[in-house]
Each structure stands twice: as structure tokens, then as C-alpha cells.
């Protein structure tokens, strides 16, 4: 049983804002969110991860609202290299490792 | 570099065969785990090792075993191979038992052509 949704991909061009959201409903009390960032033939590599409001490093951002049913990443001003699979995870019981799910494909476009 | 090491990177064999993919997690790590991806799938969870002991399984095929060293690597074993095994085989680290805050450190994959 799938624990978030997201949208399967995305288009955009370089220079703009992608935001990814996520929804996840059944989140529990202590479950952080993290997205991972996959290219092809890669393993998936770690961008940000959050529990409330807002984290930001120098990759991305992670918007949490107060009711933490959903989550946005916002990629700032995307190039060529960003066009990737990104992932939205939350905690699943015991081990949140269990489903990636199918993830967002986000192509970005000259 | 996310300092997990897998190997081989590309292994090509028969159907009915059987093939043994390595893992060396990140330095310090304890956790080990073992993604399976298909064309166009996302990550399958197969199974989790914590210092030596299983943790967590997945849908991991009874074809299919795994194990976690003294030395912390680990190793998937993967027989009575059909085409459909045919895939690329992630190896994860993380520094504890997998709790949700843990961030997974994943290796380049095992890409499995099965013939």
C-alpha cells in the first residue's frame, strides 16, 4: 500500500521553479519526509529532508504545512542537469525504506 | 562518491543460473539494504540487514537470499535466474536501524542481464 502520491512527471525549462508536490496523508506523528533525486542507471542520491515548515540547503527547498499531510519540493532556477527522478519518502510503521514508490519524472527542457 | 561499493557492475548470465552480487556499506554504517529496479519500475524493497541480523523483507522472491558478514558487507544471492531478474540491483547504507530521519546512501548498482 502506497503511503504518498505525487505527480508522474513534470516538464519545465531552464531557469524556472519546479515544485514537486507530495501527499501523504497517513503520515505518522514522528515520520520525517525526505526526497531523493535519482539519474539514470544511478542509485538515488539525497536531497533534503524535513519534519515541519520549511528546511532549505543549498540543493533545494522542502515546504511542510502544519497538518503534514503533504510536502513541496521546489527546485530554484533548474538547469539541464536537474532533468532526474525525484522521490518523496515518509515513514511507513517501523521502516519508511520500504516503498520509493514510482516518483516524479522531471524533464527540464533549453 | 556515496562511499558504498557495489559489485559487479554488469553481470550477463543464463536463465537457471545463479550469481552472487557484493556490497561494502558506507564506513560506520550498519544497515545495509537491497533495492531491486526493472525498466521503467520504480525501487522494489527486497530485504534489510542491522549488524549481521535481518531486519526487514520486502517482496523478495524465495529465489532469492541475502546476508550480512561479520565485516558488515553483504551479499544477494540470486538462483534459478529467469529473464524477468533481469534488472539493476541497488545496495543502500544507513547509520542505524532505519529509522525515518536515517538518510540512505546509495551504491552505482548491479546491472543483471539474464539471457
Known amino acids: 500500500l502506497a503511503k504518498t502520491t505525487q505527480p508522474i512527471s513534470m516538464d519545465s525549462y531552464e531557469g524556472q521553479e519546479v515544485n514537486i508536490t507530495c501527499s501523504h496523508n497517513n503520515i505518522a506523528t514522528n515520520d520525517y519526509i525526505t526526497w531523493y533525486q535519482q539519474f539514470p542507471s544511478q542509485g538515488p542520491r539525497f536531497i533534503i529532508q524535513?519534519?515541519?515548515t520549511k528546511v532549505t540547503n543549498e540543493v533545494a527547498s522542502l515546504f511542510i504545512p502544519a497538518d503534514r499531510k503533504s510536502s513541496t519540493l521546489s527546485l530554484p532556477r533548474v538547469s539541464l542537469s536537474d532533468t532526474a527522478v525525484y522521490y518523496c519518502?515518509?515513514?511507513?510503521?517501523?521502516?519508511?525504506?520500504?516503498?520509493f514508490g514510482a516518483g516524479t519524472t522531471v524533464t527540464v527542457r533549453a | 562518491d556515496s562511499g558504498v561499493t557495489q559489485t559487479p557492475k554488469h553481470l550477463i548470465t543464463a536463465t537457471g543460473q545463479r550469481v552472487t552480487l557484493r556490497c561494502s556499506p558506507r564506513s560506520g554504517d550498519l544497515s545495509v539494504y537491497w533495492y531491486q529496479q526493472s525498466l521503467d519500475q520504480g525501487l522494489q524493497f527486497l530485504i534489510q540487514?542491522?549488524?549481521?541480523?535481518?531486519?526487514a523483507k520486502g517482496n523478495i522472491l524465495e529465489r532469492f537470499s541475502a546476508q550480512q558478514f561479520p565485516d558488515l558487507h553483504s551479499e544477494l544471492n540470486l538462483s534459478s535466474l529467469e529473464l524477468g531478474d533481469s534488472a539493476l540491483y541497488f545496495c543502500?547504507?544507513?547509520?542505524?536501524?532505519?529509522?525515518?530521519?536515517?538518510?540512505?546512501?546509495f551504491g552505482s548498482g548491479t546491472q543483471l542481464s539474464v539471457l
Open positions: 524535513g519534519y515541519k
Open positions: 519518502l515518509v515513514g511507513d510503521g517501523n521502516d519508511y525504506k520500504l516503498s
Open positions: 540487514y542491522y549488524n549481521g541480523e535481518e531486519r
Open positions: 543502500a547504507s544507513s547509520v542505524g536501524q532505519g529509522a525515518t530521519n536515517e538518510k540512505l546512501f
